[in-house]
């Protein structure tokens, strides 16, 4: 009895292993939003990490923490002009390792980080169009 206990689980753990190990090693995350400024003054918010407390979702979670950056994931920002409005992208990929495609099976990274993608867009969009509705518009 026990050993077909003892073999359940290695079938268990090798099948469950094999589905891990069959997930994409590589992910890609995309948000866009369409923000009401000229593309130079949303691209300052980007361009100097010090306006990123500003709209940044992962600085409002803990207002102490101290960032570095090192790592193997590529972020990336595109402004596409449209008449008076800009869209900007963000997006983030890298690659899976066993351990995040094992977590991936249960929580999914596209919800959660495209859900801060999404909020930090929101929050970049406010401070953008504050900024570009200044006299002038912003000077950085």
Do not use: Y
Request: glycine fraction near 8%; hydrophobic fraction near 50%.
């Amino acid at each position: 009895m026990v050993m077909k206990i003892v073999i359940g689980l290695v079938i268990v753990v090798v099948v469950l292993a094999g589905v891990v190990a069959l997930q994409p090693s590589d992910f890609r995350i995309v948000r866009s939003a369409t923000i009401s400024a000229p593309p130079a003054v949303v691209f300052s918010q980007v361009n100097g990490f010090h306006k990123w407390e500003a709209w940044s979702p992962w600085a409002k979670m803990d207002p102490a923490a101290k960032n570095t950056f090192a790592g193997t994931n590529t972020a990336e920002f595109s402004f596409k002009p449209e008449g008076h409005l800009t869209v900007v992208t963000w997006s983030m990929a890298g690659k899976c390792h066993f351990v995040a495609k094992a977590i991936g099976l249960f929580v999914s990274m596209e919800r959660v980080v495209g859900g801060d993608f999404e909020r930090g867009l929101a929050q970049m969009k406010a401070v953008a169009e504050a900024a570009a509705s200044r006299p002038g518009g912003e000077r950085s």
